[in-house]
């Protein structure tokens, strides 16, 4: 999360004049409210340019959607910031609201086309939408985070890096072939989606992934249940989506990988990844 106020020139460029910027939280990516606009700092411009551009004409039933605001030269992104307009509201521990919103964002997203960027692999120097990368297809690859080897991506030194790593391995023992279909999917929507009241959830932003719609959202379970103090019925209660078991199995092997390959992992974060693996177990 940026502590840093936007550029002048920036707010200027995006036509936002005699308002006091007041910081927001890390649902907004460390942005920053001005009036109705809020300005947040941008770790990768092609992707956050295709999330302006998608949310721009996106309709979902049941959702608030934060459209871009271009820049009076229209542009998406203007030295390393976005403008969309603000979405009230605060993440909640209303899960199973999130993951039902996730079904109906996936509905209106599966027509999209794949970016060029997803295509990409992870390189060197790393960034962290290198190490994101790179988990996703540890998930997914024969031999798990053979891409981020093959990146140069640093072994963990922390014993809960190394615990990662291991239960990674074990994990992929567990795997079957699935079938569900690939399409655009929203990975990251544990604590980003916005509750106001009775309104319908918000949404600041999409980050993309290119996996069955199924799996994105059973990262929000995997989410919930490791830190959202979800009770352990959530994962039942969804067992009627595709492939769930797998779809769930996928999404604890890319927390894991990402907590493994992340510079600013913390030892806190694994127990709750540990416990939701022997849930996760349970159910294959």
């Not at 036509?15 to 990516?29: H, K, M, N, Q, S």
């Not at 009775?198 to 490791?226: C, E, F, H, K, Q």
């Not at 979800?230 to 199995?249: F, H, I, K, S, T």
């Amino acid at each position: 999360m940026s502590s840093v106020e936007p550029p002048q020139h920036v707010i200027s460029t995006f036509g936002l004049r005699d308002v006091e910027p007041a910081p927001l939280g890390a649902d907004w990516d460390g942005g920053w409210r001005l009036g109705d606009v809020v300005l947040s700092p941008v770790a990768d411009h092609a992707r956050a340019a295709w999330s302006a551009k998608v949310r721009e004409t996106l309709t979902v039933d049941g959702v608030r959607l934060a459209r871009p605001v271009r820049s009076t030269d229209g542009r998406y992104v203007v030295s390393g910031w976005r403008a969309d307009t603000f979405v009230a509201g605060e993440p909640e521990p209303r899960h199973d609201e999130v993951v039902s919103l996730s079904l109906r964002l996936h509905s209106a997203t599966a027509q999209l086309e794949r970016p060029r960027f997803l295509v990409q692999p992870p390189v060197a120097p790393w960034a962290d939408v290198d190490v994101f990368v790179a988990a996703d297809r540890a998930a997914w690859e024969a031999v798990p985070l053979r891409s981020a080897r093959g990146a140069g991506a640093p072994e963990p030194s922390s014993s809960d890096g190394k615990s990662s790593l291991e239960l990674v391995k074990q994990l992929a023992t567990l795997r079957k072939p699935v079938e569900s279909p690939d399409q655009l999917v929203h990975g990251d929507l544990f604590g980003t989606v916005l509750f106001s009241g009775s309104d319908a959830p918000g949404i600041s932003d999409i980050t993309p992934y290119w996996r069955p719609a199924p799996w994105a959202a059973g990262v929000a379970v995997v989410d919930a249940l490791s830190w959202g103090d979800a009770d352990d019925g959530l994962v039942g209660r969804w067992d009627d989506l595709p492939e769930w078991p797998q779809m769930l199995l996928r999404a604890l092997m890319f927390r894991l990988a990402v907590h493994a390959l992340h510079p600013r992992s913390t030892s806190e974060a694994f127990p709750g990844l540990a416990r939701t693996a022997d849930l996760v177990r349970l159910i294959l």
